[in-house]
């Protein structure tokens, strides 16, 4: 399923083989796109600031800064530290990253994940 609409807007759909980690927890491709529908269900606005970005290869880094406005106007901001390989066709195949909530609710704290 390569479905655009599935997928953040700025981003090509996730390799066909995606995996990605988040604090620990495994998702597949499938899951991965559950989260993202989740998402457009909750946010209501979002920007990403890259700190670090090194590329090297089929593999890539970065640090950065989630900043979402939830549609019940609650803020969440968390650092991000992403590693990551791509596909041969440039698509990511594998992510994996760890979060630091900086601002926002306890309960928001599993959100890079939530389905």
């Not at 997928?7 to 989260?35: I, K, M, N, V």
């Not at 457009?40 to 406005?69: C, K, N, P, Q, S």
Request: net charge negative; proline share 5%.
């Amino acid at each position: 399923m390569d479905d655009d609409r599935t997928c953040p807007s700025a981003a090509p759909p996730p390799a066909p083989d995606y995996r990605q980690r988040t604090d620990g927890e495994w998702a597949d491709r499938t899951e991965f796109l559950a989260h993202i529908a989740h998402l457009r269900t909750i946010v209501a606005t979002g920007t990403v600031e890259v700190h670090d970005e090194l590329t090297d290869g089929d593999h890539y880094a970065d640090r950065h800064t989630m900043t979402i406005t939830k549609n019940d106007n609650t803020t969440v901001r968390m650092e991000v530290y992403l590693f990551a390989e791509y596909a041969p066709d440039g698509r990511f195949r594998r992510i994996e990253e760890t979060t630091l909530m900086l601002e926002g609710n306890h309960a928001d704290r599993n959100l890079g994940s939530a389905r």
